[in-house]
Nanobody
Framework: VQLQASGGGSVQAGGSLRLSCAAS????????LGWFRQAPGKEREFVAA????????YYASSVRGRFTLSRDGVKNMMYLQMSSLKPEDTAVYYC??????????????????WGQGTQVTVSS
């Protein structure tokens, strides 16, 4: 599977952005797709993930209630709607795919395929 992330940008605190991740190359029915982010000088961290078949979404505590993850099975697209953005949400956001479903969905090592990052900058 190949992944292409888009939708990043600059926004003021309290604003919203929607990130998109286009998936291609394979049937996704057995996959988990997720978003991770990496701020300057920090490790890459889990943001959210969704099971493609059931649409069950999981969130980091830092974004729960502000971010909403969804997918479009027809278009093979995953969306991360980000609201009430904070300066600490500033990071490069990466979408990732886990096809073998081994390990925790919260761990970046569980994901075999990564898209390129998209920058999100939130100013105060």
């Amino acid at each position: 599977v190949q992944l292409q992330a888009s939708g990043g940008g600059s926004v003021q605190a309290g604003g919203s952005l929607r990130l998109s991740c286009a998936a291609s190359g394979r049937t996704l029915s057995t996959y988990v797709l997720g978003w991770f982010r990496q701020a300057p000088g920090k490790e890459r961290e889990f943001v959210a993930a969704i099971t493609w078949s059931g649409g069950n979404a999981y969130y980091a505590s830092s974004v729960r209630g502000r971010f909403t993850l969804s997918r479009d099975g027809v278009k093979n697209m995953m969306y991360l709607q980000m609201s009430s953005l904070k300066p600490e949400d500033t990071a490069v956001y990466y979408c990732a795919a886990d096809g073998d479903l081994e390990g925790s969905i919260y761990s970046l090592t569980s994901y075999e395929t990564w898209g390129q990052g998209t920058q999100v900058t939130v100013s105060s």
